[in-house]
């Protein structure tokens, strides 16, 4: 849960960052998810005074990111998605896996308005179909839906 937002204020920077990091050593938090790469977070994942601070590896970090985290998750492949890139976040805290939601479903009208529209634009009636990637990055199911 969380329970307080930090907010910098980037329109009046970089007068503002110093207050910002006044903001977050206040905090005194246990532990950070430097999910940045930059100097800027990193500086303030070190400012934080948090015992655990995580962050991505040398090589997938900028402007020497990595050395402000005291443990790195491994080196994420070239052009992964972002959000699996996250989910590495999880395995290093021994989380465990689950599947992602985001609670987004069309409603009976907007449902039926695609497929409307689906149809008109294919000319014919065939259901529309959506692949979803898995947490191995394969294609794990295929789920039908709008079944007209």
């Not at 920077?13 to 905090?27: D, E, V, Y």
């Not at 040398?58 to 790195?72: C, D, G, I, R, V």
Request: net charge positive.
């Amino acid at each position: 849960m969380l329970d307080q937002v930090i907010v910098y204020d980037r329109a009046h920077a970089p007068w503002t960052f110093i207050p910002f990091l006044n903001k977050i050593r206040a905090g005194r938090f246990d532990l950070v998810l430097d999910l940045q790469r930059h100097l800027k977070s990193g500086l303030a994942s070190r400012i934080s005074g948090a015992r655990d601070r995580f962050g991505f590896s040398a090589s997938n970090s900028k402007e020497f990111n990595h050395l402000f985290s005291n443990h790195q998750i491994p080196a994420q492949p070239n052009m992964r998605l972002k959000l699996l890139q996250y989910q590495a976040f999880g395995d290093a805290l021994e989380i465990p896996p689950a599947p992602i939601e985001f609670g987004l479903a069309p409603s009976n009208q907007e449902r039926d308005r695609a497929v409307r529209r689906w149809q008109k634009r294919r000319g014919r009636s065939s259901p529309l179909s959506s692949a979803r990637r898995g947490r191995a990055e394969s294609i794990s199911r295929i789920d039908r839906c709008c079944d007209p």
